[in-house]
């Protein structure tokens, strides 16, 4: 779960004007990129060394890595964050406490999730954040909502805009960094961005002598496919993220290491809850059993996948246990392949197989999501259904909510440390605002009966929000995960692991197995942590061998 593996070449790589990190992006064309980054979709990953992390969240220690902010501490509800009196906006001003209540005052706007379990925030001290928040909350939903965050939000962006009424809705045409990169240049091609060391437009930070390179490139790729030819040809240095079948990882150098970073999320087929016949639980369930997603995995790579999660609960394949204690808890439906199951559950919703015509959408560049939605065509037709694809071009941002009845999104929100705690899995499921922050993006209700007892989801979630009891919380979450099991809000695929890529032939890492590499994203954090890789002068662990 957790090995770095060095798969097999040597690189020629680089360009004829400088020493480039050359990277790749494939979801969407750096001409369609967004700078705000509350618009939700079309953000490059250029925000990981853009922006500063407040913390960085090290998945598989489950713990917060101090960064922007250095310390943190709770007492009698409040939260005191102390920053580091070093990090810099573009023009020189300093990042201070100010600047994250104003980061904090744009997420109230637009009803971020910190919001459901803070009261206020202040500067009380130029370095020093207080956030207040009711008694009895539960600590941990305020660390793992807020710590997370980047630095992402300068007053000058945002400034004379209407960001009270609209946040999502301000133009950033430039980002202002606040962390040690700033951007030089973005065409239909590439984006380009450099340490701020020197540059013509932008101040010094305090970590750009961490870059012994000239910056990083990273230019789009149309499909996954496209992004392991540059890694087989010695063209390109890594990517954040980017799914490898077994067969491909084989063709790669042996200098590209591969970081098994897990998701924490993965592949689900959502229903659109208001349309018939999918606002029908027993038609949701024979779904279900008309899948075999153990195939649907094999079919995709067995090595770059967690589970399909037998016995869904909306919490991830980390945390089940730990909660429910079981991955297949007592009581649980296990989804397994029944075709005539499915048969029984559709004739009790009083439709014969065959009758239901489904249309899958889902995003055809994303490879492994594409090729397990042509699986999950092809196990429907075979057990009845009369099922198609109806393959996109972008990803799901694009269009979910615009007409799709059955289609592929998430099932956790990923790339965040909260996705490990159950009331953020569950959240993301029972009352989605990631793509509709007014209601449920697939229209799920808010009051579901389950063995005859009417459960109000928002009030559980907010209960699991506010005790500290942990027998209540572990009740709470055990009844909410019994909605996602038998009310089928969406059905589960694949949870995966994130492969995310550093060529090592011209970029040293640490030869050893670090904490550090189980993080979003090895390539843009390495080089900021303060300790040093033998043979360098400067702090980092990521150097361009030169």
Same mark, same amino acid.
């Given at each position: ?9 040597? @690189? ?5 004007? $400088? ?11 750096? &001409? ?15 925000? =990981? ?14 713990? =917060?890595?101090?960064? @922007? ?14 920053? &580091? ?62 710590? %997370? ?15 009270? #009424? ?12 606040? +962390? ?30 961490? /870059?012994?390179?000239? +910056? ?21 240095? %890594? ?14 150098? *042996? ?9 924490? =999320? ?34 995709? %790579?067995?090595?770059?996948?967690? &589970? ?5 609960? $909306? @919490?991830?394949?980390? &945390?089940?246990?730990?909660?429910? %204690? ?24 009083? /439709?014969?197989? +065959? ?34 694809? *109806? ?7 694009? /269009? ?8 592929? *999104? ?49 009030? *559980? ?35 995966? /692991? ?45 150097? =361009?061998? #030169?």
């Amino acid at each position: 779960m957790t090995g770095v593996a060095a798969v097999a070449g040597c @690189l020629g790589g680089g360009t004829d004007d $400088g020493n480039w990190f050359l990277a790749t992006q494939t979801d969407f064309p750096a &001409s369609n990129y967004h700078w705000n980054l509350l618009v939700g979709w079309e953000i490059p990953h250029d925000q =990981f060394g853009l922006y500063a992390q407040w913390t960085q969240y090290l998945i598989e220690d489950d713990e =917060f890595h101090p960064h @922007l902010i250095q310390e943190w501490n709770h007492d009698n509800g409040e939260m005191a964050l102390s920053l &580091s009196e070093e990090f810099t906006w573009g023009n020189g001003d300093d990042v201070t406490a100010d600047d994250l209540v104003f980061q904090l005052e744009v997420f109230e706007a637009a009803d971020q999730p910190i919001w459901q379990f803070i009261d206020d925030a202040e500067a009380t001290g130029d370095y020093e954040l207080t956030v207040s928040y009711p008694e009895g909350t539960n600590t941990d939903l305020v660390d793992y909502a807020l710590l %997370g965050e980047l630095a992402a939000y300068s007053p000058d962006d945002f400034e004379d805009e209407n960001w009270e #009424d609209d946040p999502a809705g301000v133009d950033i045409e430039t980002p202002d960094p606040s +962390g040690p990169l700033a951007l030089t240049e973005h065409n239909d091609t590439y984006s380009q961005t450099e340490p701020r060391d020197g540059l013509e437009d932008y101040a010094d930070h305090h970590l750009a002598d961490r /870059y012994n390179w000239d +910056g990083y490139r990273v230019e789009f790729r149309d499909g996954n496919n496209a992004a392991h030819e540059s890694l087989i040809n010695n063209e390109t240095d %890594g990517q954040h993220s980017l799914f490898t079948p077994p067969d491909v990882l084989e063709e790669f150098p *042996d200098d590209v290491h591969e970081f098994q970073v897990p998701g924490g =999320f993965g592949m689900a087929i959502w229903f659109d809850h208001d349309v018939e016949p999918w606002d029908q639980r027993a038609v949701r369930q024979a779904f279900y059993h008309s899948i075999d997603r153990e195939s649907v995995i094999r079919s995709v %790579g067995e090595s770059t996948k967690i &589970s399909h999660h037998p016995a869904p609960t $909306g @919490l991830t394949w980390a &945390s089940v246990e730990n909660w429910l %204690g079981s991955t297949e808890p007592e009581g649980f439906t296990v989804y397994d392949h029944d075709p005539e199951r499915a048969e029984e559950l559709l004739n009790e919703a009083g /439709y014969e197989m +065959g009758e239901i015509s489904v249309e899958l959408t889902y995003p055809q560049t994303w490879s492994d999501w594409a090729n397990a939605a042509q699986t999950v065509v092809d196990h429907l037709n075979q057990t009845g259904w009369d099922a198609s694809g *109806d393959p996109r071009s972008e990803g799901p941002g694009s /269009y979910v909510g615009s007409g799709p009845e059955v289609f592929i *999104d998430q099932h956790t929100e990923g790339g965040a440390p909260r996705m490990n705690h159950p009331y953020f899995s569950l959240d993301y499921i029972l009352r989605n605002r990631l793509r509709d922050t007014e209601s449920h993006f697939a229209n799920y209700p808010t009051e579901v009966e389950i063995d005859g007892e009417t459960i109000d989801v928002e009030s *559980d979630l907010q209960a699991l929000a506010t005790t500290t009891d942990e027998a209540e919380q572990e009740a709470i979450v055990e009844r909410l995960a019994r909605v996602v099991n038998e009310d089928v809000p969406c059905v589960y695929i694949m949870e995966k /692991y994130e492969q995310s890529f550093v060529n090592g032939a011209r970029f040293e890492i640490p030869d050893d197995d670090i904490s550090h590499f189980y993080s979003y994203w090895p390539m843009w954090w390495l080089p900021k942590i303060d300790e040093s890789l033998e043979g360098y002068d400067s702090p980092g662990l990521l150097k =361009f061998d #030169d």
